[in-house]
């Protein structure tokens, strides 16, 4: 992701596989650790918010670790918009910390799906009230840009007395959140002079994902010219956004080109460019060329990592080739990588619409002894289809496991169970 400070914000590209139950992995959170905080902290929010948005001493202020997590936890089954506040506010969440920016985010998602907009501006504006929270000014207007709120963005911008270059890359950055390119262009031209900012790597960059994501990827080679003229060196991801862009448009002659001009501005493809064209060939259903582009890695001695497996799994899975996509598993395991939880997911989503239940389960152990459980819809398809091949002990054994691991859904899997043959 190309936006620094934006790392746990969502990516802005959807892929199609489906999208996994959020942090699963950190369900088991204790919850319990945050549920007296909760009750006691309910009337006392306001003033302690602003107290611990005090950075003066983090070892005082900052929320543990395990707080965060478990607002996030608690946060993902929660809908209702006065119940999230209370969660965020009893937690005390501040978005210059990961993991309560992760939460933070998550809130926002939630209150704007339930429509609660204005929820969602007391939430953010009030982590803006105490005077020295100037510098959480970015996180909230790209927390603004997430719910769809651009004009929020913009106003949280504006009220700063002198925005930061860090504020205006954010607001850029949350024109392509909400999906407002056009306002993109119109930033870029205008806000630099107005407000006497000096645009650096990071604003170039958000400006051509911006054009990239809006089926302009052409406009690269002119902002990459801008950029040579006021002695800003691209970077990789600059090349990596362009990629992707031109690859999303299927411009192959452009792909061709962007890959010349990198070695004019000596940008030597790395694993993540590597990374970045195989998940784009997989995204047109052009998994056969990623796996070329594996054997040109291998050629170049280059490894690949855990990501370029992840694509090459959800690409062929894509296509419907599960053969292939199974022997991908099993070569990744062999030289010691592990997918990431979505993958696992995909892959055991994939494999039981194709009626390969046997090959699901498997996948679903290994991704289990991580801690990793899918979620209901899948399990339910595995479970069922187990019992389709007469396999019904071991979708008992599953479902036991399941709950050994969740607490959540037990009504739901005892209906489940009691369904099953005897
Ligand atoms: C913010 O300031 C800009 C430039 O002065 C102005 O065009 C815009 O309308 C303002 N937006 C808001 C929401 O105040
Ligand atoms: C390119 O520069 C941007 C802005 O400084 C930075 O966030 C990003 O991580 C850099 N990319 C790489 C691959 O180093």
């Not at 009893?90 to 939630?110: E, I, K, T």
């Amino acid at each position: 992701m190309m936006f620094g400070d934006a790392d746990c914000y969502p990516e802005t590209s959807g892929s199609s596989p489906p999208a996994p139950g959020v942090l699963s992995k950190l369900v088991m959170a204790s919850l319990a650790s945050l549920r007296p905080f909760l009750l006691l902290r309910r009337h006392l929010c306001t003033t302690a918010a602003v107290s611990l948005l005090n950075p003066a001493d983090p070892s005082t202020t900052a929320p543990p670790k395990s707080k965060s997590l478990a607002a996030l936890s608690l946060l993902q089954s929660e809908k209702d918009p006065s119940r999230i506040l209370s969660i965020c506010c009893a937690a005390a969440l501040c978005p210059d910390s990961h993991p309560d920016r992760a939460a933070l985010s998550l809130a926002v998602s939630s209150l704007s799906a339930a429509g609660s907009l204005p929820s969602v501006r007391s939430l953010l504006d009030g982590l803006l009230s105490s005077p020295t929270s100037d510098h959480l000014r970015p996180h909230i207007i790209v927390l603004f840009g997430q719910a769809g709120m651009l004009h929020d963005a913009f106003r949280t911008f504006n009220a700063s007395a002198s925005p930061s270059i860090r504020s205006l890359n954010a607001l850029l950055f949350s024109c392509i959140l909400s999906k407002n390119y056009a306002q993109v262009a119109r930033i870029f031209r205008d806000f630099p002079s107005s407000y006497g900012i000096i645009p650096n790597l990071n604003t170039y960059n958000t400006v051509i994902k911006a054009f990239c994501e809006s089926d302009s990827s052409r406009t690269f080679y002119s902002i990459l010219d801008e950029m040579v003229r006021m002695k800003i060196k691209p970077n990789l991801t600059t090349f990596s956004i362009s990629l992707a862009g031109f690859y999303r448009e299927e411009r192959f002659d452009d792909v061709r080109r962007v890959l010349w001009l990198m070695k004019k501005h000596r940008c030597h493809p790395g694993l993540s460019v590597y990374n970045v064209r195989m998940q784009s060939l997989c995204k047109l259903k052009r998994a056969t060329e990623a796996k070329e582009l594996l054997k040109e890695m291998h050629l170049r001695r280059m490894k690949p990592n855990w990501v370029t497996y992840d694509h090459l799994i959800l690409g062929f899975c894509f296509e419907g080739d599960l053969e292939e996509a199974k022997r991908f598993f099993t070569e990744m395991h062999r030289r010691g990588l592990a997918p990431e939880s979505s993958c696992y997911f995909s892959l055991i989503y994939y494999l039981c619409k194709g009626g390969d239940f046997g090959a699901a389960l498997e996948v679903c152990r290994k991704s289990m002894e991580r801690n990793w459980v899918p979620r209901f819809s899948i399990m339910k398809m595995l479970v069922n289809g187990l019992v389709s091949i007469s396999r019904v002990e071991e979708a008992r054994e599953i479902i036991k496991k399941v709950k050994e691991k969740l607490s959540s859904n037990i009504e739901m899997w005892e209906e489940v169970e009691h369904g099953l043959p005897q």
